[in-house]
């Protein structure tokens, strides 16, 4: 079993910027694609950013691009979301997800552990 879980949410302004962390434990790391995904109330889960094993190819979804950055340190276990000119729409509970086949990066059936959540408000 692969535990996952996150850090790093908050209240921050229009234009601020939070980083997330997803800290794992109990599997090998480096077998896992990596990925964020967020679930604002009244909405359904959606993909945000993802990196595969290595690190060295990463993939966002069209509305955080250029905004967002998602990294890894493989040697902490650890994947990374630096958000930032985050917008009042960015608010939402952000997922940590692992995902051992990496064949669908983007949908929530292409991860097989997640996160607790981790809340990001974005508000004046």
């Known amino acids: 079993q692969l535990k996952l879980v996150e850090s790093g949410g908050g209240l921050v302004q229009p234009g601020g910027s939070l980083r997330l962390s997803c800290v794992a434990s109990?599997?090998?790391?480096?077998?896992?694609?990596m990925g964020w995904f967020r679930q604002a109330p009244g909405k359904e889960r959606g993909f945000v950013a993802a990196?595969?094993?290595?690190?060295?190819?990463?993939y966002y979804a069209d509305s955080v691009k250029g905004r967002f950055t998602i990294s890894r340190d493989n040697a902490r276990n650890t994947v990374y979301l630096q958000m930032d000119s985050l917008k009042p729409e960015d608010t939402a509970v952000y997922y940590c997800?692992?995902?051992?086949?990496?064949?669908?990066?983007?949908?929530?059936?292409?991860?097989?552990?997640w996160g607790q959540g981790t809340q990001v408000t974005v508000s004046s």
């Open positions: 997800a692992a995902g051992i086949r990496g064949l669908y990066y983007n949908i929530v059936e292409g991860y097989d552990y």
């Open positions: 109990g599997r090998t790391f480096t077998r896992y694609i």
């Open positions: 990196t595969t094993r290595s690190g060295d190819i990463t």
